[in-house]
C-alpha cells in the first residue's frame, strides 16, 4: 500500500508539473500603453455600410494609419474611397489637411490641400471609436462585457465625446450626442484590438438609417511617419 501511495504522489507530481499554467488574460488598455511610443503607430481599414431598413449596400471604404506619441494619437493619415469619388485627411496635432472630394473644385489654381482644423474623426462615414485612445479604451472595456477575446457594450456620443479626443474634437452637433453606438471589440492574445464593430440609427424627418462599420487593425507598434503635404500645394482659402 505505501509503494502504491507514493506512486500515485509521483503520478500527480508529473501531471501537474506537464499541464502548462493557465496565462493570465492581458489587460488591453496596459497593452496599449505599451505600443505608445513617437514614431509608432498602428494601421487599419474600415468598412462602412448603411441600411434603410429594406436595403443595404456599402458606403465607404477607409484605409490609414495613426501615428503616437507617448498619450495616444498624435496624427493620423485617412485615404477615403466613395467608388467614384476619393478624398485624403492628413492631420497633425490640431492641424487638418483636406484633399479630393467637393473641395477639389473648389481650390484655387496650382492648390490641391485645404488647411483647416484636424485631430478628430472626418465625418460620421468613418469609425466614432479610436482603440488607439488608452481613455477611450478604458471606458468601452468598462461600459462592455467582456467574453473570451471579446468585448460588447454600447455607448453614446457624448459620453464618447468626454474621454475621446477623435470626437470631443470634432464638435458634433447636439441632436447626435444622444445617439447610442453598440460595439464589439475583438482584441489578440496580446490584449490590443484587432477588430472594431460598431453600428448606430439616426433618425430624421421620420427616416432611419443605421450605420455600421467594421475597422481592422494591424501592425500595431509598427514605425509610422506621417508628414503634412508640400506647403506649396496647401491654401487657407477656397474660390
Not at 53 to 75: E, L, P, S, Y
Not at 154 to 165: H, M, N, Q, R, W
Not at 217 to 224: D, I, L, M, Q, S
Amino acid at each position: 500500500m505505501k509503494k502504491m501511495s507514493i506512486l500515485a504522489a509521483a503520478c500527480a507530481a508529473l501531471v501537474a508539473t506537464a499541464v502548462p499554467a493557465q496565462a493570465a488574460p492581458k489587460d488591453p488598455v496596459s497593452a496599449l500603453k505599451a505600443m505608445l511610443a513617437p514614431g509608432h503607430g498602428v494601421q487599419f481599414t474600415d468598412a462602412v455600410t448603411w441600411s434603410d431598413g429594406t436595403h443595404q449596400q456599402g458606403a465607404r471604404d477607409n484605409k490609414g494609419t495613426f501615428q503616437f506619441d507617448k498619450k495616444g494619437v498624435a496624427a493620423f493619415d485617412i485615404a477615403m474611397d466613395f467608388g467614384d469619388d476619393q478624398q485624403r485627411v492628413i492631420s497633425i496635432g490640431k492641424t487638418g489637411y483636406y484633399s479630393g472630394g467637393n473641395i477639389a473644385g473648389l481650390l484655387p489654381e496650382g492648390k490641391t490641400w485645404l488647411k483647416g482644423a484636424g485631430g478628430a474623426i472626418p465625418d460620421s462615414w468613418a469609425q466614432f471609436l479610436n482603440p488607439a485612445e488608452p481613455r477611450t479604451l478604458a471606458a468601452l472595456i468598462k461600459n462592455g462585457k467582456s467574453k473570451g477575446g471579446s468585448v460588447t457594450g454600447s455607448i453614446t456620443v457624448k459620453e464618447l465625446g468626454a474621454v475621446s479626443s477623435w470626437i470631443a474634437g470634432a464638435e458634433i452637433e447636439k441632436p447626435w450626442q444622444g445617439i447610442k453606438i453598440s460595439y464589439t471589440l475583438t482584441l489578440s492574445s496580446a490584449g490590443l484590438v484587432s477588430r472594431a464593430q460598431t453600428s448606430y440609427t439616426r433618425t430624421e424627418n421620420g427616416e432611419s438609417t443605421t450605420v455600421s462599420v467594421d475597422s481592422r487593425y494591424t501592425g500595431w507598434g509598427g514605425k509610422v511617419s506621417i508628414k503634412a503635404p508640400d506647403p506649396g500645394t496647401v491654401t487657407t482659402k477656397l474660390r
